[in-house]
């Protein structure tokens, strides 16, 4: 779903007319964040393509916002009249970028943290992100499995993005986080690490329809 990991365009074009068209979405209604891997986060009205942003959030129907994975989390977010896409690896995570999300929704849009719901996912479950020892002073220990005398970790980023939201009021049952893997589910994921950095890019879509 992505032209800039060397796929060819006409493919990636032809990739994203079959996808959308599932859902009645045409290319031209994408808000599309060009992702940096860090806590830029804008509202939109319009379809477009978004500098150095990895979460955006509408009001407008026929406006469709997008992110773009391959190991890091999608997480999209609604209630009846407000949506948002966030783009989270450990480094969105480190900087909050979901719970600046929600808070801006909440201080700028007048939304209700109760009635928002959230998908979390496919990304790294936490038994295949393996991490470093500096990973003690980015995030709580308990979403660090330590591993066996190497110094080295699994880092449960899903879980921390789940409390994230909890934390700040949204309720615990309207929150799923989708149970497969990027690495671990081949067939069915690309996986930046599982795949040495070379490899596709997987979409997720909100919006809400006209």
Same mark, same amino acid.
């Given at each position: 779903?992505?032209? *800039?990991?060397?796929?060819?365009?006409?493919? $990636?074009?032809? +990739? /994203?007319?079959?996808?959308?068209?599932?859902?009645?979405?045409?290319? %031209?209604?994408?808000?599309?964040? @060009?992702?940096?891997?860090? &806590?830029?986060?804008?509202?939109?009205?319009?379809?477009? #393509?978004?500098?150095?942003?990895?979460?955006?959030?509408?009001?407008?129907?026929?406006?469709?916002?997008?992110?773009?994975?391959?190991?890091?989390?999608?997480?999209?977010?609604?209630?009846?009249?407000?949506?948002?896409?966030?783009?989270?690896?450990? =480094?969105?995570?480190?900087? &909050?970028?979901?719970? =600046? %999300?929600?808070?801006?929704?909440?201080?700028?849009?007048?939304?209700?943290?109760?009635?928002?719901?959230?998908?979390?996912?496919?990304?790294?479950?936490?038994?295949?992100?393996? $991490?470093?020892?500096?990973? =003690?002073? #980015?995030?709580? *220990?308990? !979403? @660090?499995?330590?591993? +066996?005398?190497?110094? /080295?970790? *699994?880092? &449960?980023? +899903?879980? !921390?993005?789940? &409390? %994230?939201?909890?934390?700040?009021?949204?309720?615990?049952?309207?929150?799923? %986080?989708?149970?497969?893997?990027?690495?671990?589910?081949?067939?069915?994921?690309?996986?930046? /690490?599982?795949?040495?950095?070379?490899?596709?890019?997987?979409?997720?879509?909100?919006?809400?329809?006209?």
């Amino acid at each position: 779903m992505s032209v *800039s990991r060397g796929d060819s365009e006409l493919n $990636v074009a032809a +990739n /994203r007319k079959v996808f959308l068209k599932e859902f009645g979405i045409d290319e %031209t209604e994408l808000a599309e964040p @060009l992702q940096v891997s860090r &806590d830029g986060i804008e509202i939109v009205e319009v379809p477009g #393509k978004y500098a150095n942003r990895d979460a955006l959030i509408t009001s407008q129907p026929g406006v469709f916002l997008r992110v773009l994975t391959a190991d890091c989390s999608p997480i999209l977010i609604w209630s009846d009249s407000v949506v948002a896409a966030v783009h989270s690896g450990w =480094q969105g995570s480190e900087l &909050d970028i979901l719970g =600046q %999300t929600l808070d801006k929704m909440q201080s700028e849009m007048g939304v209700e943290m109760k009635s928002l719901s959230l998908a979390i996912g496919p990304g790294l479950s936490q038994e295949n992100f393996e $991490v470093g020892p500096e990973f =003690q002073d #980015k995030f709580p *220990s308990k !979403y @660090l499995l330590p591993h +066996n005398e190497n110094g /080295r970790f *699994s880092f &449960d980023n +899903n879980a !921390y993005l789940k &409390d %994230t939201a909890i934390r700040l009021g949204v309720p615990e049952h309207q929150i799923e %986080t989708l149970p497969f893997c990027s690495y671990r589910d081949n067939k069915l994921f690309f996986s930046h /690490r599982r795949d040495g950095g070379t490899t596709g890019r997987m979409m997720s879509v909100i919006g809400i329809k006209k």
